[in-house]
């Protein structure tokens, strides 16, 4: 069955970095487009980062852009999101998706708190 396991997240002051991973199995993972979310508390889940199949394509949000950068290592089914000069209002759950066979796909999530 479909799995995507996200991990990395943790507690940053402003301005480090975290690596965020996200594990995925049980689909042909070369195969699919993937994506980054976020959601923070009271808000709405957002779209942060997608990553085309083979990885030459990506896109962000505006608020990822020039801090975020999005990779992918197909022979290790692996979705990786690089955050860097982090900030408070990046603390949120981020969530691995991608959309297989119509149906949408999530990971469980991983908690990213920025905070001095």
């Known amino acids: 069955q479909v799995q995507l396991v996200e991990s990395g997240g943790g507690l940053v002051q402003p301005g480090g970095s975290l690596r965020l991973s996200c594990a995925a199995s049980?689909?042909?993972?070369?195969?699919?487009?993937m994506n980054w979310y976020r959601q923070a508390p009271e808000k709405e889940r957002a779209l942060v980062a997608t990553?085309?199949?083979?990885?030459?394509?990506?896109n962000y949000a505006d608020s990822a852009k020039g801090r975020f950068t999005i990779s992918r290592d197909n022979g290790k089914n692996t979705v990786y999101l690089q955050m860097n000069s982090l900030k408070p209002e990046d603390t949120a759950v981020y969530y691995c998706n991608a959309i297989i066979l119509g149906n949408n796909r999530w990971g469980q999530g991983t908690q990213v708190t920025v905070s001095s």
């Open positions: 049980g689909f042909m993972f070369s195969a699919y487009e």
């Open positions: 990553i085309s199949r083979a990885g030459e394509r990506t």
